[in-house]
């Protein structure tokens, strides 16, 4: 993964790095405030070699000496030997293991100063343990360092630099302290946990993902719309604002995706339900219907038909009617509230959905369609669960795959084209829907472009496709190529309101001899 990989996984998981932000964070607080305060208390220890003559050769081998001995006097000062005797003294109601782990000892490299630590509850009682270390280690060292002849010293001398009183301030981290680890240890554990959580989230979460997970191109992000999400479909409310832009885009790299082969027959799929397509079929349909062109919304899907309850129409006549030859498809087409729209419902609910969808019946009303119409949308089933869009995308110029954000599993959609490859079909590309990243309509606030969300919605689209993320250069384009196509719009628009002149006259024709 890359640099800017890493921080699109941090963004977009970051509900995740705040909840083990917060956790570790108040832990932490929770930690300081209900913790028992230790006082530390510290005596130190001088020790000295001892010799009968005060030669300096004397006095540098003692001073080698008690350097030799002083890391073995740090043991000795935890010992059993020495913990049991300030035990007896204070009459402490511990073991001398138990009082080891309080008690540490330890010196600086050259240096003859044994420095020994108490940590206790009271500041009072770690003084005292101090104090009695301090005497007693002393004492069991001349005992062990006292040489055979009594009257010789022993070689080595250990005193108390100074008692030691009761500490005033409570010893380790300070709360502030405490907490401020706790922040830096759950913002970097928050950050592991999101990328652990990534790597193990199969969902798709954006456009990336998509195109990695069915290695086509992503037509278009659909971002969050509840008008679109109504159980009552009104296409002129949902088309307008960010939907609309949305819209646009999915338009326009659908019209330039091959402009050798164009798709007008687009069938609209999704590997699993409730991944939008009605909803995409409808506004797509609607955004082509805006540029001008004329338009057959079919619904196909008849094992849960919803077009006819979405648009409010009539739906127990429609694609079934047609194709048992009860009624002619342009009997059975109903015009909608948006011109140029026209729309087949799915009529009564077959027993064999799959095989009437791969009669000839079906490819020759879609050829008739053709004729009338400048684009057919066909709704469509999912693809993985019954294979009745398998048995269609043969007699379309193309399919439209969705995929639901932070729902759509990669493994489904994987599956999903394979199958559609595995029949022949042409995949055209893939939509993202209920996207919640920023889109071209995110920069809606600018109020340029919501005056022409607003007035010019009708418009053509752009023809350049807008990044997920543009830059100020991309901005820059998309605002010239917004201004060009609404030129191109409102000049096509008033040729047509203008009556068609009468054909000029041809001149004469001319021979060698006058005409």
């Known amino acids: 993964m890359t640099l800017n990989e890493y921080g699109r996984v941090l963004k977009d998981r970051w509900t995740w790095i705040l909840a083990v932000l917060l956790v570790v ?6 930690y300081s405030i209900l913790r028992a305060p230790k006082f530390t208390a510290v005596t130190t220890l001088y020790v000295a070699a001892q010799s009968d003559t005060n030669s300096a050769q004397a006095a540098y081998q003692g001073s080698l000496l008690s350097e030799q001995r002083i890391t073995s006097y740090v043991e000795l000062a935890t010992s059993p030997r020495v913990l049991q005797q300030v035990i007896n003294e204070l009459q402490l109601p511990v073991t001398p293991d138990l009082l080891a782990k309080q008690i540490s000892a330890s010196n600086k490299v050259d240096s003859v100063l044994l420095d020994v630590s ?6 009072q009682d770690a003084a005292n343990i ?16 006292r040489p055979a002849d009594p009257r010789l010293p022993a070689a080595i001398a250990v005193r108390q630099v100074a008692p030691v009183g009761a500490p005033l301030e ?16 759950g913002l970097l554990l928050g950050c592991g946990v999101a990328l652990l959580v990534n790597v193990l989230d199969t969902r798709v979460k954006n456009r990336e993902d998509l195109r990695k997970a069915a290695n086509a191109p992503v037509l278009a992000t659909i971002g969050a719309n509840s008008a679109a999400e109504a159980a009552t479909l009104d ?5 307008r604002g960010s939907a609309a832009d949305d819209y646009k885009s999915l338009r326009t790299n659908l019209t330039f995706s091959n402009v050798d082969d164009p798709a007008t027959t687009i069938a609209v799929t999704s590997s699993l339900p409730g991944e939008g397509k009605t909803t995409t079929s409808c506004l797509l349909g609607a955004a082509l219907a805006a540029a001008g062109s004329k338009v057959l919304l079919v619904d196909a899907d008849l094992r849960r038909p919803a077009l006819a309850n979405r648009l409010s129409i009539e739906p127990r006549v429609g694609l079934t009617t047609v194709l048992s030859n009860r009624v002619d498809l342009a009997e059975a087409v109903q015009p909608s509230r948006i011109t140029n729209l026209d729309v087949l419902a799915s009529g009564e609910v077959p027993a064999n959905p799959s095989e009437i969808l791969a009669s000839a019946s079906m490819s020759n009303l879609l050829r008739e369609a053709r004729r009338s119409y400048d684009y057919v949308v066909v709704d469509t089933a999912p693809v993985l669960p019954v294979p009745d869009t398998l048995a269609l995308t043969n007699f379309v110029d193309g399919t439209i795959l ?14 999903a084209c394979d199958r559609i490859s595995s029949v022949s079909g042409r995949l055209l590309g893939t939509v993202l829907t209920m996207s919640k990243g920023l889109s071209r309509s995110a920069y809606n606030k600018y109020g340029y472009y919501s005056s022409l969300n607003e007035e010019e919605s009708h418009l053509a689209p752009s023809v350049v496709a807008p990044a997920r993320f543009p830059s100020t250069s991309a901005v820059r384009s998309t605002r010239s190529s917004d201004a060009i196509d609404t030129r191109a719009d409102t000049i096509n628009m008033d040729r047509r309101s203008q009556p068609t002149p009468a054909p000029r006259a041809s001149p004469p024709v001319r021979g060698p001899h006058g005409p």
């Open 402 to 415: 969705l995929c639901r954000t932070d729902r759509t599993r990669k493994v489904d959609t994987r599956e």
């Open 118 to 123: 108490v940590t206790w509850d009271d500041p």
């Open 130 to 145: 101090a104090n009695a270390v301090g005497q007693i280690l002393p004492q069991v060292i001349n005992e062990l360092e």
């Open 25 to 30: 964070t108040l832990g932490a607080v929770a």
């Open 235 to 239: 296409l002129s409310v949902a088309l």
């Open 170 to 185: 409570p010893s380790g981290t300070s709360p502030l302290s405490l907490v401020a680890a706790g922040l830096v240890g």
